[in-house]
């Protein structure tokens, strides 16, 4: 096992939720299809150069090195990811003939992401890559939080502050925080995705 130590990292990730309630043993293997293709369509939605560390679940976690992306740009990979998930899922719905909790619920499924950047290193194992540090866990703690909707653009107060136009976030973008054991209170700021459903 070998560590090594990297600059900043933007950590990006697009979060699926809507499933759990709703599926039973006998319907996961139609959930997991229709995840595994929403998943591909996120990564095949990917417009700024974002690599894939990993699948966690009904989440990818993307990263990025070296100059960060602007905070219009986040918001516009944001909006294209949101769009090209919400237009698939009318799809499915409307090709659908199976009447399963998974394949029945897909229309209540929603899409929320978070973006953090910061100092990250990486972790070899079994020739593995894994980041390491508080960046990534505090990008991960994000997912939990008090934003008081389903599906939007969370961007830690941290992250804002290093982007070229992360301070002038304007009214779009709500300020919010929440308190984390053994982080502290991490500030955020986030915009709601809602508007953009007339696009799919």
Known sequence: MATSSSDNVLFFIPDISGFTRFVTETEVSHSQHIIQELLELLVDAN????EVSEFEGDAVLFFRTGTPPSLAELLAQARKMFVDFHSRLKQIEILRVCQCGACSSVSRLSLKFVAHLGPAGTMQVKGHS?????????????????????????VSQDTLNQLPDGTATGSSF?????????????AYRHHSMTPYLVEA
């Open 130 to 154: 894994k980041f390491i540090g508080k960046s990534i866990i505090v990008a991960h703690r994000l997912l939990k939080n008090s934003v008081p909707e389903h599906e939007y653009l969370l």
């Open 174 to 186: 709500e300020s919010g925080s929440t308190s984390y054991d053994e982080i502290g209170e991490v």
């Open 47 to 50: 417009q700024l150069g974002l």
